[in-house]
């Protein structure tokens, strides 16, 4: 079946250490984007990819970094920099052009240990 | 400055009482309006997109409307599975691809 893979589904970070969130589509997708969820709040976008090897920062880059090495995969890494990382993380991928809605993977949770 | 504001917060209903939920915006240049569902600990389950006032849209209980201002997701005889978060979302500008501007939901309980 076609979907977008997040993996882990639960991820615990130590203080100071970098970690990364895995992202698999095999809907052929052009575009990719990462989102942050905190309780009370509506998702954030955190970097955005149109194509591979480019993307761009979304409102709340800081502390992490992305790739896009395969149009299937935009792994994200939320680096010691990101001082509240505790959150839940979602990846989505659309085709571009014709405007068509952003389908979601199922999340990863991320704690602080 | 875009913004998607959700409204109420939380809705309790009981089973087969009809409400609405409301999503109003500002935004520069309105590609599309996007309704998703998000059950707990899972990710956004995308419902609808309307593109221009007037529009309409129907998949079993719920219709979704869309006007120069806002949008609503009317809820017809509800039933206790159609409890979740209901997410609303803009995409703007002129350029194809854009990120989704969300608004902070609203979280439907359907007691039996």
């Known amino acids: 079946d076609g979907g977008i893979t997040q993996s882990p589904k639960y991820l615990f970070r130590k203080e100071g250490q970098n970690v990364t969130l895995s992202c698999e589509q095999n809907?052929?997708?052009?575009?990719m984007y990462w989102y942050r969820q905190d309780p009370g709040q509506g998702l954030r976008l955190i970097y955005y990819?149109?194509?591979?090897?480019?993307?761009q920062k979304g409102d709340i880059a800081e502390g992490y970094s992305v790739s896009r090495e395969k149009k299937e995969s935009f792994p994200l890494t939320v680096t010691s920099a990101q001082k509240n990382p505790t959150a839940f993380y979602l990846c989505?991928?659309?085709?571009?052009?014709?405007?068509?809605?952003?389908?979601f993977g199922d999340g990863t949770r991320l704690s602080i240990l | 400055e875009d913004q998607v504001t959700q409204s109420p917060e939380a809705l309790r209903l009981q089973e087969g009482e009809s409400s609405s939920l409301n999503c109003s915006y500002t935004?520069?240049?309105?590609?599309?309006l996007f309704w998703y569902r998000q059950d707990p600990g899972k990710g956004p389950e995308f419902l609808f997109t309307?593109?221009?006032a007037g529009e309409e849209k129907e998949k079993e209980r719920l219709k979704a409307t869309l006007t120069k201002k806002e949008s609503f997701l009317h809820i017809t005889a509800p039933k206790p599975e159609d409890s979740a978060t209901y997410l609303c979302?803009?995409?703007?500008?002129?350029?194809?691809?854009?990120?989704?501007?969300f608004g902070k939901g609203t979280t439907l309980s359907v007691s039996s």
């Open positions: 989505a991928s659309t085709h571009l052009g014709g405007d068509q809605p952003q389908h």
């Open positions: 935004v520069s240049g309105l590609r599309g």
């Open positions: 990819s149109q194509i591979v090897n480019d993307f």
């Open positions: 809907l052929n997708h052009d575009a």
């Open positions: 979302a803009v995409q703007a500008g002129y350029q194809a691809g854009t990120a989704l501007i």
């Open positions: 309307l593109y221009s």
